[in-house]
């Protein structure tokens, strides 16, 4: 299992960015998605995820009504769309796979991880 993340860029303060995960090999349905960052000097914490089946989604506080996660089962791959970004924004992303369909805000139960893709918002 390979997961790839794209989309990250240096933006200003109230930008934009699409985030994408492509994620071949298997079923999304079958496995919850999450998106995960990691600024210097903090810890890992979750963002958003998109459980498999019935597509249930969570947001981390500081991102809702700021962030959308959505998934393109055709493709293979889980979009995370950024609007409003701040500075405190500004941190590597990474998306993972759930050992299972639900999802979950602990690294711990996410088993493959992509490389990680940097977001900079400047002010």
């Known amino acids: 299992v390979q997961l790839q993340a794209s989309g990250g860029d240096l933006v200003q303060t109230g930008g934009s960015l699409r985030l994408s995960c492509a994620a071949p090999?298997?079923?999304?349905?079958?496995?919850?998605i999450g998106w995960f960052r990691q600024a210097p000097g903090k810890e890992r914490e979750g963002v958003s995820c998109?459980?498999?089946?019935?597509?249930?989604?969570y947001y981390a506080d500081s991102v809702k009504g700021r962030f959308t996660i959505s998934r393109d089962n055709a493709k293979n791959t889980v979009y995370l769309q950024m609007n409003s970004l701040k500075p405190e924004d500004t941190a590597l992303y990474y998306c993972?796979?759930?050992?299972?369909?639900?999802?979950?805000?602990?690294?711990?139960?996410?088993?493959?991880w992509g490389q990680g893709t940097q977001v900079t918002v400047s002010s």
């Open positions: 090999g298997f079923t999304l349905d079958d496995y919850a």
């Open positions: 998109f459980g498999g089946g019935d597509g249930s989604t």
């Open positions: 993972a796979r759930s050992s299972s369909s639900y999802f979950s805000r602990n690294p711990g139960d996410y088993d493959y």
